[in-house]
């Protein structure tokens, strides 16, 4: 995956989750890479037998994912925190919508 590409799907999933986490965000992008096999549980025949094993995120990815989260809070585009209980990282909210859409239609 490319930057650019992380980044798409995190504007889609903060989009759709104006209060969320890093957790989340972070699920968010496994899911796509989950549904396009890139990660998650492989196999492949093997001396006639089936190998198996479960795929992982890569570091590369996981710090893609971690570098766009931190461009959004410098940015101010998310903010720590989701209510009084929570004002905290992991949890984050869209503080401002009108840099998201702008970043959207940037990237697109």
Same mark, same amino acid.
Request: glycine share 4%; aromatic share 6%; charged share 30%.
């Given at each position: 995956?490319?930057? $650019?590409?992380? &980044?798409?799907?995190? *504007?889609?999933?903060?989009?759709?989750?104006?209060?969320?986490?890093?957790?989340? !965000?972070?699920?968010?992008?496994?899911?796509?890479?989950?549904?396009?096999?890139?990660?998650?549980?492989?196999?492949?025949?093997?001396?006639?037998?089936?190998?198996?094993?479960?795929?992982? $995120?890569?570091? &590369?990815?996981?710090? *893609?994912?971690?570098?766009?989260?931190?461009?959004?809070?410098?940015?101010?585009? !998310?903010?720590?925190?989701?209510?009084?209980?929570?004002?905290?990282?992991?949890?984050?909210?869209?503080?401002?919508?009108?840099?998201?859409?702008?970043?959207?239609?940037?990237?697109?």
């Amino acid at each position: 995956m490319d930057k $650019i590409e992380v &980044e798409k799907i995190i *504007l889609e999933h903060l989009t759709n989750n104006q209060k969320t986490s890093t957790d989340e !965000i972070e699920g968010a992008v496994k899911k796509v890479l989950r549904q396009r096999g890139t990660i998650g549980p492989q196999s492949r025949p093997q001396y006639g037998a089936v190998l198996k094993w479960d795929e992982r $995120i890569t570091d &590369e990815d996981a710090l *893609l994912i971690n570098e766009v989260i931190y461009d959004y809070l410098y940015k101010r585009i !998310i903010t720590p925190g989701v209510n009084s209980d929570n004002l905290n990282l992991p949890y984050v909210h869209v503080s401002d919508e009108t840099k998201l859409n702008n970043r959207k239609v940037e990237i697109k």
